[in-house]
């Protein structure tokens, strides 16, 4: 269905200063199924608190193991979901309660691209008819003309066009999701794992590609990963998430050259630290063992059962995510690579901090 021109969502431009979303101490619990956690009766912890801002034109890289609730944030965050608690704003105007009616202008500036592309489209539609109803919605029109430039932009050929989606290899049906997220001119792009469904060979291929279509439409992404080595060029900054929490966030570069928490470390593997301000030696195992059910989240630091530097504080006491000089957030009650100047300077996480409501939001069409 054709949305009209005068739509309620704020449009680009006037409010470069407010992020383009904001996350505000989100919470997703999903009621827990028994069986699946030994009888136990609860909530699961999907997401647990997060804060988080993207601005315009950033890709953010959302790092964790399988399970941490990345795809959760990553649903609230496009309004898929409605959390548990929390905010969801985009360009300042709060989303978070809005039915399906009130979320329709909205729907067209925030697209989100799932990690299986094959569960993701519609078997029994053409490319045509899948594209095609995207195209609908957005102001440039749905013709032909532009059905075949979205498919080449996306690198595939007009033929391809009245193929069905089995008719195509993984990296091609990628393809197909990515222009159906592009039909309707979007500003922000979650993409959920866009490339871990794919052949290695053909990862690099689908990351270049959605690389260069930011530079080209000046896109936003969050770009979710259960692996930093997929997100290490393409990302502004990274937020690495643990058990629900986000436990580092950072400039790219800095978070491989310098991680601060040990479970980024363990990420990482084993890495080189050329920073000779180091306040202590680190711990360089992997992380070990399971994670632990989101349902009973250990108490205190929540990586504590697993992680090689925990002591008392970290088994008792929650550490709040911290603001280390340099822009690095991370929360973990024995930093690693960080100096004692930079504990000194150090604050609570702005974001984290701040108190639901406290946005002053950007009137409709503004
Ligand atoms: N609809 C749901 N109902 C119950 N539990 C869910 C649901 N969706 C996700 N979960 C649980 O929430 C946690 C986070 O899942 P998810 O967001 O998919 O993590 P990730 O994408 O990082 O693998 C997991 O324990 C998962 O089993
Ligand atoms: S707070 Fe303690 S348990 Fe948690 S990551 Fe830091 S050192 Fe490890
Ligand atoms: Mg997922």
Redo the contacts with the bound molecule.
């Keep these: 269905m054709m949305v009209p021109a005068t739509s309620a969502a704020p449009q680009s431009g006037a409010h470069d200063k407010v992020p383009l979303l904001e996350l505000e101490h989100l919470q997703m619990l999903f009621p827990a199924r028994a069986a699946a956690f030994g009888g136990k009766r609860g909530h699961v912890h999907a997401v647990d608190d997060v804060s988080l801002a993207l601005a315009e034109g950033e890709t953010l890289g959302l790092v964790g193991e399988s399970g941490c609730g990345k795809t959760t944030l990553a649903r609230c965050a496009v309004r898929l979901l409605a959390p548990t608690a929390g905010k969801v704003r985009f360009r300042g105007a709060d989303i978070t309660s809005l039915g399906p009616r009130a979320m329709r202008p909205y729907r067209k500036h925030m697209q989100i691209v799932f990690q299986d592309p094959q569960g993701s489209l519609n078997p029994r539609k053409r490319v045509r008819q899948i594209i095609g109803a995207a195209l609908e919605l957005s102001a440039g029109g749905s013709g032909d003309d532009r059905l075949r430039m979205l498919l080449d932009q996306v690198g595939l050929n007009p033929e391809h066009a009245n193929r069905f989606p089995h008719e195509f290899s993984g990296g091609q049906r990628q393809r197909i999701g990515v222009a159906r997220a592009l039909a309707v001119d979007p500003q922000l792009i979650v993409l959920d794992e866009p490339v871990s469904a794919l052949d290695v060979s053909i990862q690099a291929q689908v990351v270049n590609l959605l690389d260069d279509l930011q530079d080209e439409f000046g896109l936003s992404y969050i770009f979710v990963a259960h692996d930093l080595s997929v997100v290490r060029h393409v990302s502004d900054r990274i937020a690495v998430m643990y058990l629900g929490k986000v436990?580092e966030l950072s400039p790219a570069e800095e978070l491989y050259r310098r991680p601060v928490?040990?479970?980024t470390l363990g990420l990482l593997g084993s890495i080189p630290i050329p920073d000779p301000v180091v306040s202590r030696s680190r711990?360089r195992q992997l992380p070990r063992g399971e994670l632990p059910s989101p349902i009973d989240p250990p108490a205190?630091?929540?990586?504590?059962t697993?992680?090689?530097?925990?002591?008392d504080?970290?088994?008792e006491v929650e550490?709040p995510l911290t603001l280390y000089p340099g822009g690095h957030e991370a929360?973990?009650?024995?930093?690693l690579n960080v100096s004692s100047s930079d504990i000194a300077g150090a604050v609570r996480s702005p974001a984290a901090s701040r108190s639901s409501g406290s946005v002053v939001p950007v009137p409709p069409g503004g």
């Design positions: 436990v928490h040990p479970y711990p205190g630091c929540r990586f504590h697993r992680c090689p530097g925990a002591t504080i970290c088994r550490p929360a973990c009650h024995h930093p």
